[in-house]
């Protein structure tokens, strides 16, 4: 059940960050973490999209990928798989490095040519609403994770 759940906050949190990282590929052809210093500054919104969902993939909360981290690793010690849970928690320490040096590059450092202001279709708008929102009512909202629980006993 917690698989589930945790499987459900990953494809909110992984669209919503590559979908804000793919549309600035595609419409500027630039993919490397420097081009992101001041991106904050340029391009706002999409910013926070892609913050938000890092901070979800890094399990910061109230975002959902805290509560299907805390839910995943709670099944593992109630199977005693203490060995599993402590590389799973080795490995998300290691992540949110990684996810936070990204948000630091967006929001706090400077760029002398950062990326222009990005206008963007309405679908792939559309795209990133879906996305956000997922991530915030899987996070904030908890009956989501009962509701997943009641399909799987009844079948």
Known sequence: MSVIYFILIYLFSNLGAFGVISLVSALTGKENMEDYKGFYKTNPLLS????LA???LAGIPPTAGFFGKFFLLMAGAAKENYILIT???LNMIVSLYYYLRIIKAMFMDNNENPLPSLKTGIFPKAGLVICVIGILFTGLYS?????????????
Request: overall charge neutral.
């Open 48 to 51: 926070w999209v892609l913050a």
């Open 87 to 89: 590389i799973a928690a």
């Open 54 to 56: 890092l901070f979800s």
């Open 143 to 155: 009956g989501i994770y009962h509701y997943i629980n009641q399909l799987i006993t009844a079948l």
